[in-house]
């Protein structure tokens, strides 16, 4: 499986740009780590791909807030994937998101919040960030996440 990873994509009167829509077209799922800022970019994911899945960030909106969690866990065959934003200090955000997973035996904890991507393995658990799309305030890149999962689980962050 193919899962497309997005996060704080805050610029949204501009939306997600077309080559990104594009590379994402070809992903089973995708996954909206927060901070949408308007809903019209779940949409712009949804028509390139039918399994948009994605939670709220310290940014959005009370309305955004009543129609996404907070955190998920996804399934994906053996493994189980914990999607959050994330808050507080970009120097302590591995720690607050493992805590909010502690109890939820997952595989993969994908984050936003900080927009500087992350790619980092401790011990069994993944940690992914992939940075922001649009947005370089904290990175001097933009960027977004492919994470594969079949036997195992490959992921990297894609510069653009």
Known sequence: MNIGVVSDTHNSDAGIPNKILESLKNMDMILHAGDLMELKILESLKSVCK?????????????IRKQLPEKQIISVGKYRIGLTHGSGAPAFLIELVTDIFKSDNVNIIIFGHSHYPINERRGKILYFNPGSLTDKVFCPFNSYGIIEINEEIK???VKI
Do not use: Q
Not at 52 to 58: D, I, L, P, Q, S
């Open 51 to 63: 399994d948009v899945k994605a939670v709220w960030g310290n940014m959005d909106s009370k309305d």
């Open 155 to 157: 992921a990297r962050i």
